[in-house]
């Protein structure tokens, strides 16, 4: 199915979901460099995340970045993201495994994420993410 079809929820075609899924493993890569300009490429102005501790803008976090507060030294999908596409929106939902360190505190985290993308000017931008620890077995 196109994209464009109609605005209700379906999976996107194969050079749509490649595209999508792409841009998710590049993010995942942008959060290893610890770039707070690269990474703010994946982010729409208005993006917040949402985890345990609440809601966090895209300033807050990019400053903890830059500050060298939140590093990652690593940052991975499980697999393939779940993907469905609204019009212009579009929601990946994948396992990410990742360590990070938090004011040198280190933290290994087995998390499902959902990240809410929109299309502007021909770019996917994330608005939302919202992460929640995967169940451990």
Avoid: K
């Avoid at 707070?36 to 501790?53: K, L």
């Avoid at 990652?72 to 993201?81: D, I, M, R």
């Avoid at 040198?104 to 021909?122: C, S």
């Amino acid at each position: 199915m196109s994209d464009d079809a109609s605005a209700a929820p379906h999976g996107p075609d194969g050079a749509l979901h490649d595209r999508l899924a792409a841009l998710a493993h590049d993010w995942a890569a942008a959060m290893v460099s610890d770039d707070p300009a690269r990474i703010a490429g994946f982010m729409a102005e208005d993006w917040v995340i949402v985890s345990e501790s609440g809601i966090s803008t895209r300033g807050q976090f990019l400053a903890y970045v830059e500050s060298g507060d939140l590093t990652h030294s690593a940052f991975q999908l499980v697999g393939e993201p779940r993907i469905q596409v609204y019009g212009d929106s579009a929601v990946l939902t994948a396992r990410i495994t990742n360590t990070a360190h938090y004011r040198g505190e280190r933290f290994d985290a087995d998390e499902w994420t959902t990240d809410v993308f929109v299309r502007r000017d021909d770019r996917w931008l994330c608005v939302l993410s919202h992460i929640t620890g995967a169940a451990r077995t």
